[in-house]
């Protein structure tokens, strides 16, 4: 069973060699980028988890929301549960016009136990350089509950402090840089830069089109001299040119997860030839409580104390295993199956391999 966890853990989480994805799928055209939207707002309707009277600038900003509505509030202290200050927060497209909907994510920022069942009010949202771009409002859903029962007992499922409002948000002005690309030429950038994979894009728009339009500029940026036949119809010239197939290379990669104990590991990953050792060490603590007893008429105390016995484990079967050389995952994973170790084990002598100029991979730890 351990053996077929392992082979699991280091084949089926394996993402094989990727065969043609479409140009969209691994890079965008120059110009079309995601901007962030920043915004404060206050949440109203919780049924008695929002922020205190702690939480000041909650207070200030229900005072100054009142008196925009022509209602004075008195100099005290204010009592209410039932609203929470929260930061606003979204990504979106530097094309949206103005009246366009997108998605929000809203976070308290005071003491308030959960938002659940909370109504985001009216909020703008502006971007890095302060002008106000867009306008939000909506019940939020925060995909849970955190619910207390008043005499110390809670019942809780996902994080209750943050949560979505679909479509929330509201395009009021369109962003500075949204403007339409030249007709003449435009650039496409790679996602995750690769010599290799932005000499296929251009390859596979030359063969496309046979012409050589396009041009490898470096690892990112694939340049494109439009067509003059297809200036005119530029819009559907860019999307006939986002379903190019194109072949990717990937770098060979092992992502470790300590956390978990979770082994990832790419295609193109190989194990030089290597002999590898490994011992089954075991070490546990074990509290003995006991009670020390002063004798009669000693004026001495009676005291509970933990007497901890450490022990080792060493098992007398160490694996001495000698690997050839592992040209593929399978190869891999069959290898470190013969040592029969959990993942967690694995994770150590991936380290060990690394070390030793073993691993022809990049390691990454998470």
Do not use: W
């Amino acid at each position: 069973m351990r053996k077929l966890i392992i082979g699991l853990l280091l084949a089926c989480f394996i993402v094989p060699r990727l065969g043609a994805q479409r140009i969209k799928d691994v890079a965008y055209f120059k110009g079309v980028q995601t901007e962030q939207l920043i915004g404060y707002g206050l949440v109203v309707g919780l049924a008695g988890s929002g922020d205190s009277y702690r939480s000041t600038f909650t207070m200030q900003s229900v005072t100054s929301m009142l008196k925009r509505f022509g209602i004075t509030v008195p100099d005290v202290n204010m009592r209410t549960r039932n609203i929470a200050a929260v930061m606003i927060t979204a990504n979106i497209n530097n094309y949206l016009k103005s009246g366009s909907e997108f998605d929000i994510s809203v976070s308290s920022m005071g003491d308030a136990t959960s938002l659940m069942g909370g109504i985001l009010l009216m909020s703008p949202l502006s971007g890095k350089d302060g002008t106000v771009y867009a306008m939000c409002q909506g019940s939020i859903s925060i995909g849970g509950y955190d619910i207390n029962t008043g005499s110390g007992g809670r019942v809780a499922k996902n994080h209750a402090l943050s949560g979505r409002i679909p479509g929330g948000g509201v395009m009021q002005e369109p962003l500075a840089n949204g403007s339409s690309m030249d007709t003449t030429a435009v650039s496409i950038l790679v996602r995750k830069p690769d010599f290799t994979t932005a000499a296929n894009i251009m390859n596979a728009i030359n063969l496309k089109y046979n012409s050589q339009i396009a041009s490898a500029v470096d690892a990112s940026e694939v340049r494109i001299l439009i067509p003059a036949d297809k200036q005119s119809t530029l819009t559907s010239f860019l999307a006939e040119v986002e379903t190019i197939g194109v072949l990717t290379d990937a770098i060979a990669k092992v992502v470790l997860n300590e956390r978990t104990g979770t082994v990832v590991a790419g295609s193109n990953v190989r194990i030089l030839p290597v002999t590898i050792s490994h011992a089954n060490l075991k070490i546990n603590i074990k509290s003995n409580q006991g009670v020390s007893q002063p004798n009669a008429f000693s004026n001495g105390q009676t005291v509970l104390f933990n007497n901890l016995v450490p022990t080792v484990e060493d098992s007398d079967s160490n694996s001495v295993v000698s690997i050839n050389g592992a040209s593929n995952v399978q190869e891999v994973a069959a290898a470190l199956n013969s040592l029969k170790v959990s993942p967690r084990d694995i994770i150590a002598i991936f380290q060990a391999l690394k070390e030793a100029g073993a691993l022809t991979a990049e390691l990454v730890i998470m």
